[in-house]
Each structure stands twice: as C-alpha cells, then as structure tokens.
C-alpha cells in the first residue's frame, strides 16, 4: 500500500464576475446580457434569483437615479454603473475589490461605446435610445467574455496595477441592501400617485381659490363702482340738460 495518499482538494466556488447587464435606464430595456459560461457558481439554479433580482434592479432604476452604487444581495455583491442613460450591471464575490469590478465597468462602457460607434457612427446613442427589441446588442457579448476573463484573478499582476494606477476614490459610491432598493422602488410608486393627488386637488384648490378672491374684490369695489357711476350720469346729465 502506498504511505502516502493524495487529498483531493475541494473545488473553489469562486465567482470574480458573473453576470453582466447593459441596459437603456428610462425603460430597464435590456440590450446585452453575459453570463459566465465557466463551471462557477454561475451554472448553480441558485443564480436564477439573482437574474431576477437584476432584471428589478434595472426597471427601478431612472435617468435621476445614482450614478454608482453597490448593492448587497448576501452572499454577493451588485455593482451598477451609469453613464449616458445607459446601466452596466454586474454581479460578484462579496469579496472581489469594488473598484476593481467598477474599473471593469468602465471599461466595459468605454468598449459599448466604440462598438456601436464604429457601426452607427454619430448615431449611436440615438439608435440605443430608439431601439424596441431586447438583447439588441447581444453580438457584443464576444467582448464582454474577453474583458471577464481579463478581470477573473483580482490578484493577478495586470489587474493589481489597474489598481495602483487608479487613484480615484471608491468612498464616494453608494452601498445598500437588495431588499432596501426593491422596497424603495414601491415606495416611490406609492409616493409618486400620492404625489400625482395632491396635484390634482391643488389644481382645484387653486382655481377655487382665484374665485374666491375675484368675488371679494368685487365685494370691496362694488359700492365704490356704483357711487362712481351715479355721479358720472348726474354730471352727463346736468351738461346735457
């Protein structure tokens, strides 16, 4: 028998960067949509949840909304970049950097960018905005898959220099929990109709108001408009006669 035997090593569930959504702000239309095709915790039936939570995330969101901001779905992490009414969502390790995976982003946004530049040119933009189909855009998924696999070690040597080089701060960027977005998105929709009440009886309001003040001037002035016009007949009078 042999002395030694080899252990075999669990299998690290890591997952760096799995999903990823672009999608329009104003309406939560979903352009693009990557998923990791590796054998991480991505192909879990778990992960399901979180494709939900994404596609609500994303229909919460509105051209006032944040730019930048992590949201804690435990036990990962969503990361959501805006820029020019379009939303970059990720999902990651709780443990993987923040401004690593917002440096990825970014980078993913630069690239969206050119890509559609170099095909609709000036229009780009407008085509994004126009566009009526979802996964419009799915074709850029092949740049998505590469630039993943350039940040899947956080470690390694390229992505430590990323970090180094980049001196803008993270602390300003928002964090939260799933729970509080999504109940907060119903709490605006109830505030918004309340809202949209208030509106409507202040428009009656106001007009009732106007009356009321044009009937107390005319209560005010009326005597004084009376004796005024008596003595301009008198005068008219006396002058013709």
């Given amino acids: 028998k042999a002395l030694f035997t080899r252990i075999k090593q669990p299998a690290l569930n890591i997952m760096p960067i799995e999903h990823l959504y672009i999608a329009r702000v104003i309406d939560g239309l979903i352009l693009v949509a990557s998923m990791d095709h590796g054998t991480g915790a991505g192909n879990n039936q778990q992960m399901d949840v979180y494709k ?36 970059y969502l990720t999902l990651t390790d709780k443990s993987y950097p923040k401004r690593l995976a917002f440096l990825f982003l970014e980078e993913i946004s630069r690239e969206f960018e050119s890509d559609l530049k ?6 780009w933009l407008h085509t994004v905005e126009t566009v009526g189909r979802q996964y419009a855009f799915i074709k850029f998924d092949r ?9 899947l ?5 390229n992505n430590m220099k990323k970090l180094n080089d980049d001196l803008q701060s993270i602390h300003n960027i928002m964090r939260t929990t799933i729970n509080d977005v999504l109940d907060r998105g119903n709490k605006l929709d109830e505030v918004s109709e309340i809202s949209k009440n208030l509106a409507s009886e202040s428009k009656k309001y106001n007009w009732g108001a106007k009356q009321l003040s044009v009937m107390a001037l005319y209560k005010q002035w009326l005597p004084v408009i009376v004796i005024v016009t008596l003595v301009v007949v008198i005068l008219v009078m006396r002058y013709l006669f």
């Fill in 52 to 87: 939900s939570q994404a596609k609500q995330l994303l229909k919460k969101l509105n051209p006032r909304s944040t730019a930048k901001m992590s949201i804690e779905s435990n036990p990962y992490i969503f990361h959501y970049l805006i820029e020019k009414g379009i939303c």
């Fill in 118 to 123: 170099s095909e609709y040119g000036d229009e």
């Fill in 143 to 151: 740049v998505i898959q590469r630039k993943r696999r350039d940040y």
């Fill in 153 to 157: 070690d956080p470690n390694s040597s």
